[in-house]
Nanobody, 126 residues
């Protein structure tokens, strides 16, 4: 069955970096759009980045553009999110999500994902 397992979260100070990883299994990784979605405390989920694992095309939300980089390793079935210059507003649970095969945009709505990981907590605080 499809599984997405995130790792790499933690507590960092403002300005520091973290790299999140998402291990995928149970499907042909290179056929899907994969994304990172975050949910800050007390707020709704926010799509922040997506990548077409076949073409490598990427998209970012304005809130993270220039600071975060999404990448993938199709052979290892891994999705990554390099987060630099972290801010307290980046504090959230970060989820890896698979885009439904019915949708082909790299920037997907929240209802266009069919599988989600369990999430990893990122806290940015001094």
């Amino acid at each position: 069955q499809v599984q997405l397992v995130e790792s790499g979260g933690g507590l960092v100070q403002p300005g520091e970096s973290l790299r999140l990883s998402c291990a995928a299994s149970g499907f042909t990784f290179g056929w899907y759009v994969m994304s990172w979605v975050r949910q800050p405390p007390g707020k709704g989920p926010e799509w922040i980045s997506g990548i077409d694992t076949g073409s490598g095309v990427t998209r970012y939300a304005d809130s993270v553009k220039g600071r975060f980089t999404i990448s993938k390793d199709n052979d290892k079935k891994m999705l990554y999110l390099q987060m630099n210059s972290l801010k307290p507003d980046d504090t959230a649970v970060y989820y890896c999500a698979r885009g439904s095969p019915y949708y082909h945009s790299v920037e997907l709505r929240l209802d266009e994902f069919d599988f989600w990981g369990q999430g990893t907590q990122v806290t940015v605080s001094s």
